[in-house]
């Protein structure tokens, strides 16, 4: 792409010189110590898809730009290596009209701290991304940044300003830094807001400001820390409805009003509030590390809900929770981590309920993961006293993979009689692989698995160990370390069991040699150790089968393989009232949850088995804590029907009365009225097939991959885009999204390219169609191994996702002809054919005049049709509506020449002389 070197000298450019020659696309570089001041008023406006170069030299910025800039007209425009300044009281980059402003490796600075513009304002539609961004501004400073219906992503970054999100917009802050001089740091109203990985502080000077406040938003927080410094404050303060999820989260104070989060393992050093109608979902462990804080760690007040698993607090004081005014508080576990749990006083009034189901006298001692850990003795009694083989047939679904372990447990039950008899046991190697998706139970069947081999013996420790760990608890970034840390899980799991998760990441592709040395390791000691451990190693089957490819020791020492196949419909309806079991909540209808729960796991592509019924149990529990708060006398055990409807029809299709029908945009297209019969036939044969599985009645699964053959401009990108949006509307597929790609986007350059590219695109598309513009020229003959590689990749593909998406197949008949008898599996996996035939002179016409309509041009509608049937006669080009969008641009080509010539015309009204002209030129 073309170069523009912007300088002093006469051999560089002049920046405007350089932007007025540079073309979408093209890079305008900065000379080394060069500083650009752009001091056009208002501003400087760029309207072209550019990227703006500076030098960096070690952390020291060589390019400084200062003024006012202007992004605007739907420009992509990418800043990087700068150091930008404000000089005055103004905005320094102002984003509109749907651009894309990204700022790489850039500082933004400013001296002015009671500016009263943004350092970069965002609008309409706009999207900015910070990629090791960092602000430097004055203390006590009033800056800040303003989003507006705008998508911003912030990541690797350090901002020192404050950030408004507001309207529609959506932030992502990721392993990122917010070190913001002023209250109030980042205030969120009706978005979205993700924190992942992040610190957000703020400083106060009193009153009731908030590190983070927001209002009617959505939020994710996980692995984060939001801190305040000074006088009391709120760090979160959530309001109007707000929702989230936060896990692993870090905060001083919390205060929700009105708003509903779910929390997952978290710690709050000083004050939890729960105010006005808001509800706390709490799984895990949820510390209040409040040493230092005179504040009483929970309260409640004005029909405030919380429920919890495990609650810890630090500090000992006169009421270590406040119910008040209808409130509920509900906890599993209550522990005191230094001192007796017991003697904690709780308030309550007579409106409200504090109900525990047990408090810890001292705080049980647990692993890195927050297990309890029992003495060996302790062990040793609670396994005698355990009936793990119990529970293991007790599990839900996993037949093949019971008889399986039901086999090697009945070995090691042989071995403890020979042993008893005074005979010799058998030889027993245990090291097994489990293979499967998520939420298949591996992990259960694996522990109880030990716990049994441990009960008769054949696992010799004297206490059970289950050691859990991934790759990267083995590998270690240093040469020839990863073997000694490898051997010390080894060594810590000796006697018990070693779970390696995911264990194929051991070999990941292009990764240093660390992998290998872990494997050999692994290998020597399950080899050497092979009575005294049972190594398993779990994860995807296809990957798995991979990994085991790599070293052939696999083979011989891990004799057990376990499939763990996805569970059934039926399974998870088991599994999902089986939850509510536990939790003593009884379902009204449980036919009612059965039929929606098959509905939405067959539809959904979510395969994580016992992880998704898990959440949609958690969804359907919130909505049926809103009820049952929100209406006295409700039954607090009751799961209704509207519990279950309302949570799962989340993210489903919903009819508006501001959206047009698909139906509706189907039949106002101009001809097509084959095609129209076409998918009206092809939706109702969907429909009945719904309709027919949902009463029960096994029915052959419809494919609904499809070709679409015809000349271009037939409207197949348009009608395609309406049947995913049917398609999504009957709950066939389950997003309303279309991809549309031609070869360029699938072949790579080189060998393995191409099936990343191909893979890359199909898994963009999942869920909704993906659309393949001139799908014959992806193989260029018999000799086209890029463009084999890619159809061999579509083919798997489609057929492993046959349900869960839509491959359709464009471009002209003959073409498409030849490409499907090259290519038998295509044709085979295609069963739906839509022929798009070219339009007629006069329904060109019909699409010409509602194109210059929809752009406010008036025309003599008889003398246009006349002039387009004489020129359509004229001109081989069958390529429709796409021809008569190029015969409208030559109207007003010659509307924009008569309007140069004299300004005092219609500039709105085509006339005879246009037309006359434009026919002349088609002679």
């Known amino acids: 792409m073309p170069r523009f070197l912007v300088g002093a000298t006469e051999d560089t450019w002049d920046f405007d010189a350089a932007y007025e020659a540079a073309e979408d696309g093209d890079i305008i570089e900065f000379t080394p110590h060069l500083t650009m001041n752009f001091t056009q008023e208002p501003f400087t406006e760029i309207t072209k898809n550019i990227t703006i170069v500076g030098h960096v030299e070690g952390n020291r910025f060589l390019n400084t730009i200062t003024g006012k800039i202007k992004i605007s007209n739907k420009a992509k425009v990418i800043f990087q290596n ?23 490796n850039c500082v933004l600075q400013s001296d002015y701290p009671e500016n009263d513009h943004f350092l970069v304002f965002s609008e309409e539609k706009s999207k900015v991304n910070f990629k090791k961004f960092t602000t430097k501004l ?16 912030i990541q690797n970054s350090t901002i020192q300003n404050r950030l408004w999100i507001r309207e529609n917009s959506e932030l992502e802050f990721v392993h990122s830094k917010m070190e913001c001089s002023r209250p109030t740091s980042l205030w969120i109203d009706d978005s979205k807001l993700s924190i992942l990985s992040s610190q ?9 400001q908030a590190v983070l406040n927001a209002s009617k938003s959505e939020l994710v927080i996980e692995d984060s820390l939001i801190h305040g410094v000074g006088k009391d404050y709120y760090t979160i303060y959530l309001q109007k409805s707000c929702t989230g999820v936060f896990k692993n989260l870090n905060v001083d104070f919390m205060k929700l009003k009105n708003s509903h989060i779910r929390m997952v393992n978290g710690a709050i050093n000083h004050n939890l509030t729960i105010d006005g109608d808001s509800t706390l979902y709490s799984r895990g462990r949820l510390r209040f590390l409040n040493k230092e804080s005179q504040h009483i760690p929970i309260s409640l007040t004005t029909n405030a809900l919380f429920v919890g698993d495990s609650v810890e607090v630090e500090k000992e004081i006169s ?31 007579e409106t409200s309920q504090c109900s ?18 029992r003495t060996a003795n302790e062990q040793k009694a609670h396994h005698t006293n355990t009936d793990y083989y119990a529970q293991l047939q007790g599990l839900i679904g996993l037949k093949t ?31 097994a692989a489990f293979l499967g998706n998520p939420g298949t139970g591996k992990t259960t069947v694996a522990r109880l698995m030990g716990q049994i081999l441990f009960q008769y013996g054949a696992l010799k420790g004297e206490e059970f160990k289950f050691v859990e760990v991934s790759a990267a608890d083995l590998l270690s970034g240093y040469v020839n370390q990863t073997a000694e840390q490898t ?23 292009g990764s240093n040699s660390t992998g290998e040395e872990a494997i050999n390791e692994l290998l020597t000691y399950m080899e050497n150790h092979r009575d005294d451990i049972m190594v398993i190693f779990a994860g995807y089957t296809k990957e798995m089968e991979q990994f085991f490819d790599v070293n052939p020791g696999f083979n011989s020492r891990v004799p057990h393989q376990l499939v763990f196949e996805d569970y059934s419909p039926d399974e998870i309806v088991q599994m999902g009232l089986k939850i509510f079991e536990g939790k003593a909540r009884k379902v009204e209808d449980p036919e009612f949850y059965a039929r929606n729960i098959k509905k939405a796991y067959k539809r959904s592509l979510d395969k994580s088995n016992a992880r998704w019924i898990r959440n949609q149990n958690e969804q359907i529990m919130q909505e049926f804590i809103f009820r049952v708060m929100s209406q006295d006398g409700e039954d607090m055990t009751l799961i209704k029907n509207q519990d279950i409807e309302k949570a799962l029809s989340q993210g489903s299709y919903e009819e508006s009365e501001h959206k047009a029908d698909a139906w509706e945009q189907l039949n106002q297209l101009i001809g097509l009225e084959k095609v129209k019969e076409q998918v009206s036939a092809f939706i109702h044969q969907v429909e009945l097939s719904k309709v027919r599985q949902e009463q029960g009645i096994e029915t052959k699964n419809i494919t609904l991959h499809s070709l679409f053959l015809g000349n271009p401009g037939t409207g197949k990108t348009t009608v395609a885009r309406i049947i995913g949006e049917l398609l999504y509307q009957k709950g066939m597929i389950a997003t309303n999204k279309m991809v549309e790609v031609s070869r360029g986007d699938l072949i790579g350059g080189y060998q393995g390219q191409t099936a990343i590219k191909t893979r890359e695109q199909l898994q963009a598309a999942l869920g909704g169609v993906l659309f393949i513009d001139e799908a014959y020229s992806l193989k260029h003959g018999a000799n086209d191994n890029f463009g084999q590689e890619a159809i061999d990749e579509i083919l798997k593909f489609m057929e492993d996702h046959r349900h869960d998406m839509v491959v359709i197949f464009a471009g002209y008949h003959k073409e498409m002809s030849t490409f499907l008898e090259t290519n038998s599996g295509l044709a085979s996996r295609v069963p739906n054919t839509f022929d798009f035939e070219d339009y007629t002179s006069e329904e060109i016409a019909q699409i010409g005049l509602y194109e210059l309509g929809s752009d406010s041009l008036t025309v003599d509608e008889e003398a246009y049709r006349q002039a387009v049937a004489t020129a359509y006669a004229r001109t081989n080009d069958r390529s429709n509506g796409r021809w008569i969008r190029n015969f409208n641009e030559k109207l007003r080509l010659r509307l924009a020449t008569r309007f140069g010539n004299n300004p005092s015309i219609d500039p709105n009204q085509i006339i005879q002389q246009d037309l006359d002209d434009v026919l002349a030129m088609s002679k």
């Open 356 to 373: 525990i189901a047990q408090k810890h006298k001292v705080a049980p001692e647990r692993s890195e993961k927050g297990e309890i850990i």
């Open 401 to 431: 993979v019971k008889e399986k372990v039901d086999k090697l447990i009945q070995q090691a039950r042989y071995n403890q009689l020979q042993i008893e008899q005074g005979l010799p046991p058998e030889k027993m190697t245990m090291h």
């Open 487 to 509: 051997r010390k899980k080894l060594e810590e799991a000796k006697g018990g069991v070693l779970f390696i998760d995911e264990a194929y990441a051991l070999n990941k592709k």
């Open 138 to 153: 004055p203390d006590k400073h009033e800056l800040g940044m303003k989003f507006i219906h705008s998508a911003v992503s």
């Open 82 to 104: 700068l150091w930008m300044s404000i000089l005055k009281n103004t905005n320094m980059v102002h984003i509109t009209g749907e651009s894309e402003v990204t700022f790489k």
């Open 200 to 208: 957000v502080s703020g400083t106060f000077e009193g009153g009731s």
């Open 319 to 349: 009421s270590i929770i406040r119910v008040k005014e209808g409130s509920s508080f509900i906890a599993n576990d209550f522990i005191h981590l230094n001192g007796d749990a017991t003697k904690l006083n709780y308030e309550t009034d």
